[in-house]
């Protein structure tokens, strides 16, 4: 998630695998979700603003491209400070009692090789053969994917709510990359790009599925320092090995106009499009759930037109504007779905909602 790129108005974003959690953590999300309305506001205020901490990224990342920063680069670091940021956090947060890492050794790897650099590396890669705007459309049919997942791995048939709000997304989502408007090379297709984009997808699917894994017994802080530590190795691998270009600059980029020191833009990536915006994810999607979690999630793309107009002068279009309006309208009609998933009867633990609140 929170890929940086120097062409569009937003930015990318990011069970122990695939295979999914187990059922009986599904039925103590469920229990978080259909419990007090506390716990959906909660949870809808960590998903708002880990998309709004993820959206950041293209804007902090543009005045160092301008200045000569390669995307490996800006990735590279802004991982690594997060990783410095977080990895204590996680480890006061185990409390001395490391089973959960060491069971979960797996998970931690897929999370940080495939959810964070995977993903992002898999878009760099398909932006080199495909425009910004269509690698970022199929990254972000990333929801549609988990909803499909749940429905052939688990069962969980959507409702028609949750069918109707995919389509509303999508249409929102073509209209807020302005896909539409006919632009020089916007309807350019090359296999080799749609397959690291479907890539990225993957990753970002990845990423939804994983956040909302309650059976871990890791906290939040502990996933995601583990997940931000394996990507800085990951990454650093790639970047050594001459797969991903390093290039950077120590001169001074310029926001709205103002000159700024090198190293600023590179802290507000680190602490707050990585480090904030990935623990503040992975509590959504504890107390939301993947599927809804992955819709707020679009809202990176909206929040990234909004704050590229504040700081870099790019006045959105009216077409974009009515594509964030349903991209809400889709978000509000998938939580009517889940919501109707959520009144079937299961069998959930009465403590699953004190098990599943984020440490």
């Known amino acids: 998630m929170g890929a940086v790129t120097p062409d569009i108005n937003g930015s990318v974003p990011g069970g122990p695998s695939l295979g999914g959690p187990a059922p009986r953590g599904f039925r103590a999300f469920r229990a978080v979700r259909s419990g007090p309305s506390r716990h959906l506001a909660l949870g809808l205020v960590f998903a708002g603003a880990s998309a709004v901490a993820f959206s950041l990224s293209g804007v902090f990342a543009s005045g160092l491209l301008d200045t000569g920063w390669s995307p490996g680069a800006m990735v590279l670091v802004r991982v690594a400070i997060a990783t410095l940021v977080v990895l204590p956090l996680g480890i006061v947060s185990l409390r001395g009692d490391w089973r959960p890492v060491r069971r979960n050794l797996g998970l ?17 890669s398909a932006v080199q053969h495909m425009p910004v705007g ?20 688990h069962g969980q048939r959507p409702t028609r709510a949750t069918i109707g709000g995919t389509l509303l997304a999508a249409v929102g989502l073509v209209l807020v990359l302005n896909l539409v408007s006919g632009a020089p090379g916007a309807t350019a297709v090359d296999p080799v790009g749609i397959a690291w984009a479907l890539v990225a997808m993957l990753g970002v699917s990845t990423y939804f599925v994983i956040n909302a894994n309650v059976d871990t017994g890791l906290p939040p802080l502990a996933l995601a320092a583990g997940g931000l530590t394996t990507a ?63 819709f707020v999630g679009l809202f990176e793309v909206v929040s990234a037109i909004g704050f590229a107009w504040l700081l870099l002068g790019e006045l959105p279009q009216p077409v974009q504007l009515v594509g964030g309006v349903l991209i809400l309208a889709g978000v509000i009609a998938v939580q009517a779905g889940e919501k109707r998933v959520d009144a079937a009867p299961a069998d959930d633990q009465p403590d699953a909602v004190a098990r599943t609140t984020p440490a």
């Open 232 to 294: 800085t190795v990951a990454l650093g691998l790639l970047g050594v090995t001459g797969l991903m270009p390093l290039e950077y600059s120590t001169a001074s980029p310029v926001y709205a106009g103002t000159a700024v020191p090198w190293w600023l833009p590179l802290v507000g990536l680190g602490v707050v499009t990585a480090a904030f915006a990935y623990v503040a994810g992975i509590a959504a999607g504890r107390l939301l759930g993947p599927r809804l979690s992955s």
């Open 134 to 153: 269509p690698a970022l459309l199929i990254e972000y049919t990333a929801p549609a994917a988990v909803v499909l997942w749940f429905w052939l791995r």
């Open 108 to 124: 931690i790897a897929v999370y940080g090789a495939v959810s964070v650099a995977g993903c992002q590396f898999a878009y760099f």
